[in-house]
């Protein structure tokens, strides 16, 4: 105990105090003690204004309340610990509560979104912030993508989507090292960062701040961040809580990111397979276009169109104004008003068919809805904007450096933002679109090719007097090209040589065998002495060591005309038996079918001729291919039956409208070759 009666003494013992004495004063400090070994637990102070010695018994009183006073203060401290302690214990077992929540909601999640919604709602919860991100760190990029930003004003958000890593900041700093970074306050971050750091900082309004690095496998996967808007310490269990938190978060955001890459790469191999698809399909240029733009639709885009430009340009140079396109495609999803089919559309700059040849690349063109751009209204697709489409991606479509025509793509304000992946699909199909641009360009060239040498050898019948002759050629598709033919031509006055054919194919090589085939047959023909079977004979053995055609049959007739009427002497290889149909409209088939088809592997074989005498005036004859008769599961004789009568009741019809509809009541799925020989009567003698 220390006992000073006066202002000297004070000052002489408690200098400290002596400024709190104006005038002699006690000052009595007596020692707060517990337990039998006294241990000194505080001071109780005593200040009286005029000196004052201590009486008897004093000191002995007040080292009694000493005593007790230091009990009482005793117990009020342990009070206070044990409640510290049920503190630090509850929010212990709360922390523990909230991370077996969580890891029970990561468990369960299987999408990116699953795992930011449910990290989201945990931890906002847990450290009562305020504000949340996460955000992926890719491979070799400068810049943290944000996956979910929550609590932030707008204009954070707007500004700050994605942070970049290569200024000093509290995530570049975790990206860097590896670390988890905690600040206190703005002026914490300012003092560490500098001023660059707090703008960011500033405008999401907070104040202290956790960041905390996510890992798999040692890699750095994504950066979590929590905020506060007043200023505070972290405590040593929530930097423990946040950390395992991390871990967990780590762990389901790895998951779902692989599944996520999964699903990417499937989506992007059944893109790039319906549009591989889409351009194998056709060799048409613009029913492949067609094909490419509905195979992104809905699944990538609402909106898929293609122009096709009038004048090639430079990737990259300025065009010449107006830009002349051909809408060739346009598939549109559910609810989105379709844009027609149109040529001769104008595109006066200002924009985005002019910006992508301009920049010859892919580009993105945020599109102001419901705003409909002037252009749009110019080119026909006001409607289209004001359904919603309030995004574009446009591609252009390269042949040889030149843009040749533009791809275009849109979404809707109810599809999520296309990602990295989703542009890389997209820079794919238009590069498909360049394949099949290309192949429809080659295409074409060979077919006009093509068409020149078929209908070279399709000339027109001659005119003979007291015969009507008539001959057609139908495609089984769009080509023109194939192997099948017809052909006649005198070889002296009163003499016709006649033929149908059919070399196995459907391609400019057919074609080209069956020009060799029947360059032959016409010169073998000319020799009249040469019966029909024998010219067959011997177009078998040229075929055969020529190697003109794998496989194909033949028909070869002469017609003679006698005093009497007409008379043919045939042979067939392989081929169907012509047709003779009366005036009165019955019908027949002419002899069996005899010979072999000519086969290039295969010595030939002996044919034999047939004769029939066409004596009646108006008798039409049919020689064809079996691309007129040839049904798939209909026995062939049926078919040739039917179209015998078929004939028939078209006997009376002059012979142009008889082929034509002969060839219309036609299959349509094998080139067909049909040539009709009429005797005229004896007035057109």
């Known amino acids: 105990m220390l006992w000073a009666a006066s202002r000297s003494e004070v000052a002489h013992r408690l200098p400290a105090l002596a400024a709190l004495c104006p005038s002699d004063a006690t000052v009595v400090l007596v020692p707060l003690t517990v337990d039998e070994r006294r241990t000194f637990v505080g001071v109780l102070g005593l200040h009286f204004p005029d000196p004052r010695p ?148 500033d405008s999401a309004r907070i104040e202290a701040l956790a960041r905390l690095p996510l890992f798999v496998e040692a890699e750095l996967i994504a950066i979590l961040s929590v905020g506060h808007w007043a200023p505070r310490e972290f405590s040593g269990g929530e930097r423990l809580f946040l950390t395992t938190v991390a871990d967990l978060a780590a762990q389901a955001l790895g998951r779902a990111l692989r599944t996520r890459r999964l699903h990417q790469a499937a989506r992007r191999h059944r893109l790039s397979s319906a549009a591989q698809a889409a351009i194998n399909r056709r060799l048409d240029p613009t029913e492949e276009l067609q094909g490419l733009a509905r195979a992104v639709v809905p699944e990538l885009a609402d909106f898929s169109s293609v122009h096709v430009l009038h004048r090639p340009v430079a990737a990259g140079s300025v065009p010449e104004l107006p830009v002349i396109t051909d809408r060739v495609a346009s598939v ?22 002019t910006e992508t040849i301009r920049s010859g690349r892919l580009l993105t063109h945020p599109l102001p809805t419901p705003t409909v751009p002037e252009w749009a209204d110019r080119t026909g697709s006001a409607g289209t904007f004001k359904t919603g489409l309030n995004h574009l991606v446009l591609a252009p479509v390269l042949v040889d450096g ?82 099948d033919w017809y052909d006649a031509f005198e070889t002296a006055p009163g003499r016709l040589a006649v033929a149908v ?49 794998a496989m194909a049959t033949v028909l070869f007739a002469r017609l003679h005309r006698g005093s009497t009427g007409w008379t043919m002497r045939w042979a067939s290889a392989g081929h169907p038996q012509p047709l003779l149909v009366e005036p009165d409209g019955s019908g027949r088939r002419l002899g069996q079918p005899t010979g072999v088809a000519l086969v290039a592997s295969l010595p030939p074989f002996d044919h034999r001729s047939t004769q029939v005498d066409l004596d009646r005036p108006d008798s039409t004859l049919l020689l064809y291919t079996d691309g007129l008769v040839e049904r798939r599961g209909i026995d062939l004789n049926r078919s040739i039956t039917q179209l015998c009568s078929r004939a028939g009741q078209l006997a009376d019809r002059p012979l142009p409208e008889l082929c034509d509809t002969l060839l219309a009541d036609s299959p349509g799925s094998d080139d067909t070759a049909l040539l009709a020989v009429r005797v005229a009567s004896t007035t057109q003698f």
Request: aromatic share 4%; with cysteine; glycine share 8%.
């Open 402 to 483: 030149l843009v040749v025509a533009v791809a275009s793509f849109g979404m809707c304000d109810r599809r999520p933002a296309w990602d990295e992946a989703d542009l890389r699909i997209i820079e794919e199909i238009a590069g498909y679109a360049a394949v099949a641009f290309g192949h429809g360009l080659r295409y074409q060239r060979t077919r006009r090719t093509a068409l020149v040498l078929q209908r070279s050898l399709l000339s027109a019948p001659p005119e003979v007097p007291g015969l009507q002759l008539c001959g057609r050629y139908q495609p089984a598709g769009s080509d023109e090209v194939g192997g």
């Open 332 to 353: 549109i999803t559910e609810g989105v008003e379709p844009l027609p089919l149109q040529n001769g559309i104008a595109w006066w700059g200002e924009d985005p068919i």
């Open 501 to 549: 054919g059919d070399v196995v194919g459907h391609d400019i090589t057919a074609a080209a065998a069956m020009g060799q085939l029947r360059a032959v047959l016409r010169a073998l023909a000319m020799d009249e002495d040469l019966d029909p079977c024998t010219v067959l004979d011997r177009l078998a053995d040229a075929n055969r060591c020529l190697h003109i055609a």
């Open 54 to 201: 201590p009486a008897a018994g004093d000191q002995e009183f007040l080292t009694a309340a000493g005593d007790l006073l230091g009990q009482g203060l005793q117990r009020v401290r342990l009070s206070i610990a044990q409640e510290i302690a049920k503190a630090r214990s509850a929010a212990a077992a709360s922390r523990a509560q909230d991370l077996a929540a969580l890891a029970a909601a990561l468990g369960a999640t299987v999408t990116v979104d699953d795992v930011t919604a449910a990290l989201s709602a945990h931890v906002q919860r847990a450290v009562a912030c305020q504000t949340f991100s996460l955000r992926e760190v890719g491979r070799g990029l400068n810049v943290a993508r944000a996956i979910r930003v929550a609590g932030t004003p707008i204009g954070y958000r707007e500004r700050f989507t994605d942070v970049r890593l290569d200024l000093p900041s509290a995530m570049a700093e975790v990206a860097a090292t590896g670390n988890a970074v905690f600040l206190t306050s703005a002026e914490d971050n300012r003092r560490r960062f500098g001023p660059e750091a707090a703008e960011q900082y």
